[in-house]
């Protein structure tokens, strides 16, 4: 089935630094693919998806490319905040579904001011 | 302002006692779904309803039950059943015209048994 592979965290960055969360996909075909948030405390939040192959989701300043070539969907960030400390979660849809995702399973990011 | 709320945040029961967790939305959402959260762990889905008077079940639904009698709301029992309740539970909902896996979740329920 389909799965996501998600960098293990937890990621420390300072203020202003660059930011990559890896996420590498197993599909059959080219399902979209999401990035969900959680705050402390809360509940998850829809960041960015990419519907085919070759998009580029992006809000917040985030931004992830759906690469085919690599089965790659990697979440960027120029220059994180304080406020971006969260967990990050890839998400793809299960193989059959039409309605259930397969979650990774979180990488912790903490930005220091 | 539309949105998902869930209530309690915190909800705390001893052992062997049934307790209903709160789901609605006025977002006028036909799907709806609740997840179960675990410490490092993604998310599981237990129940899932379409439509009113319609639900399935998720991947991990034993000692759980839902009911669907209205659109906006989606309420999920834990039963005594369930040998290790102690969890986050998240709702969600998907929006009418999207994809069914673009999911808008709910502010969470901590519960935890003792």
């Known amino acids: 089935g389909n799965s996501v592979t998600q960098m293990e965290g937890p990621v420390t960055l300072s203020e202003e630094a660059f930011l990559t969360i890896n996420c590498t996909y197993t599909?059959?075909?080219?399902?979209?693919l999401f990035w969900y948030v959680q705050y402390p405390g809360e509940g998850l939040q829809l960041l960015l998806k990419?519907?085919?192959?070759?998009d580029k989701g992006s809000n917040k300043g985030f931004e992830a490319t759906y690469r085919k070539e690599t089965t790659s969907f990697h979440l960027e960030k120029g220059s994180v905040q304080v406020s971006d400390s969260a967990v990050y979660f890839c998400?793809?849809?299960?193989?059959?579904?039409?309605?259930?995702?397969?979650f990774g399973k979180g990488t912790l990011l903490t930005v220091n001011p | 302002d539309g949105g998902i709320t869930q209530s309690p945040k915190y909800l705390f029961r001893k052992e062997g006692q049934n307790v209903t967790l709160s789901c609605e939305q006025n977002?006028?959402?036909?799907?709806m779904y609740w997840y179960r959260q675990d410490p490092g762990q993604g998310l599981r889905l237990i129940y899932y309803?379409?439509?009113?008077?319609?639900?399935q079940k998720g991947d991990i639904a034993e000692g759980y039950s839902v009911s669907r009698e209205k659109k906006e709301s989606f309420p999920l029992t834990v039963t005594s059943a369930q040998k290790n309740p102690t969890a986050f539970y998240l709702c969600?909902?998907?929006?009418?015209?999207?994809?069914?896996?673009?999911?808008?979740f709910g502010p969470g329920t901590r519960l935890t048994v003792t």
């Open positions: 969600a909902s998907s929006p009418p015209g999207t994809s069914l896996h673009e999911q808008y």
């Open positions: 599909a059959t075909g080219y399902p979209s």
């Open positions: 990419a519907t085919k192959a070759d």
């Open positions: 998400a793809l849809p299960e193989r059959g579904s039409n309605y259930k995702l397969t």
């Open positions: 977002l006028n959402h036909d799907a």
């Open positions: 309803s379409q439509i009113v008077n319609d639900f």
